[in-house]
């Protein structure tokens, strides 16, 4: 377990994950990034996406859509602050539709071009997570 970091996955309502993995990959402010044992030290804004869990030492390999927030690296923990959190395995596809109709008339709404930047990344991250599956 000595290769294994430390990991909390806490969204408002609750704490969904708090177990040690080999690596996890989240969804960075500018881009993925995977998160292993004696990483540097950083703090990052998240965009909506997916963490992927991969070789947790309880659950095994696990996946998360989150919703933007925070990420605290250190080099044996990192600790996820999600807006919002829904582990995979709870995920209702009609959700995410919905939530990508909706992104798309946000995106039609919009008026200036720095909502319309907003708009349109979010698009396109629910999009991604939507190939996903």
């Known amino acids: 377990m000595v290769d294994k970091i430390a990991f909390d996955l806490v969204s408002p309502e609750r704490l969904l994950i ?3 993995a080999d690596m996890i990959t989240i969804p ?3 881009g993925y ?3 292993i044992r ?3 030290p950083l703090i990052s804004t998240l965009r909506v996406g997916m963490i992927d869990v991969s070789g947790g030492t ?3 390999d696990q996946k998360f859509f989150i919703r933007g927030g925070f990420a ?3 080099p044996d923990k990192l600790t996820v602050l ?10 209702d596809l009609a959700v995410l539709d919905q939530r990508i109709s909706d992104a798309e ?3 039609a709404a919009a008026t200036t071009e720095a909502e319309r930047a907003k708009a349109h990344d979010n698009l396109a991250d629910l999009r991604m997570v939507r190939a996903a599956f």
């Open 18 to 20: 708090s177990e040690s």
């Open 28 to 30: 960075g402010s500018d």
């Open 33 to 35: 990034m995977g998160v």
């Open 38 to 40: 004696g990483h540097m």
């Open 58 to 60: 309880t659950s095994g």
């Open 72 to 74: 605290e690296v250190n």
């Open 82 to 91: 999600a807006e919002e959190a829904i582990p995979m395995s709870e995920f």
């Open 105 to 107: 008339e946000v995106l």
